[in-house]
Each structure stands twice: as C-alpha cells, then as structure tokens.
C-alpha cells in the first residue's frame, strides 16, 4: 500500500503563492509517476503537473505552465507543487496521486491508483 502524505495549501489572494507538499517513503526506493489533481466544485478533475521519479521528467497543464513548478526532493521523500502569480480559477480541493511506474508521455493515458486526502486551495480575487 502506498500513503500519500499532503501539507499546505491554504487561503491567498490573486497573484499570491502557496506551496503544496506530498510525502511517501516509497519515493526514493521505487519509481512512480507522481502528480497533483485539482477538482472544483461542478467541474472535472483535472491533473494540473506530473513528474516521473525516475528522472524528474515533469509534464504540466496548459492553464498552470509558467505558473506552477513540480519539483522531487529525494532526501526528504517529497513531491511538491509551487503555485505561483495564483488566479481565482485555481481555487480547488488539490489531491496528490501517485502510479508505480514512469509518467506516460500522454496525460490521457495515465491513471493512479494512490491517492492523497485532498487539500483545500482558495485564491480570492
């Protein structure tokens, strides 16, 4: 069984920043594909970053490119998402999630079965 840990998140107002965080011992040992997903209320869940642990190969939405980096630190067995110049519509439960494999190059075709408990993040205008 893999656990995902999540910290951060939070309240901020537009063009602010928050930093999320996801945590699993397994992140050093085994390679997974890990992302971020983001669902707000009435619309679909949407993977906004992805990185592959193996060799931190990184994929990211078009509504966050430029805005948000994912990042592993190794040492502390963490993914995690800066969001930057934060937009209104970037207000979302955001879940870490996690496949025990590199990230296909396709988002379509990645899925995960790990998953986080969810972190509230709202942006106010």
């Known amino acids: 069984q893999v656990q995902l840990v999540e910290s951060g998140g939070g309240s901020v107002q537009a063009g602010g920043s928050l930093r999320l965080s996801c945590a699993s011992s397994?992140?050093?040992?085994?390679?997974?594909?890990v992302a971020w997903l983001r669902q707000a209320p009435g619309k679909e869940r949407e993977e906004v970053a992805a990185l592959s642990t193996y060799n931190s190969r990184t994929y990211y939405a078009e509504s966050v490119k430029g805005r948000f980096t994912i990042s592993l630190d190794s040492a502390k067995k963490t993914v995690s998402l800066q969001m930057n110049s934060l937009k209104p519509e970037d207000t979302a439960i955001y879940y870490c999630?996690?496949?025990?494999?590199?990230?296909?190059?396709?988002?379509?075709?990645?899925?995960?079965?790990?998953r986080g408990q969810g972190t509230q993040v709202t942006v106010s205008s």
């Open positions: 999630a996690a496949a025990g494999d590199i990230c296909y190059s396709d988002s379509s075709s990645r899925r995960y079965p790990y």
């Open positions: 397994l992140f050093s040992y085994r390679t997974f594909c």
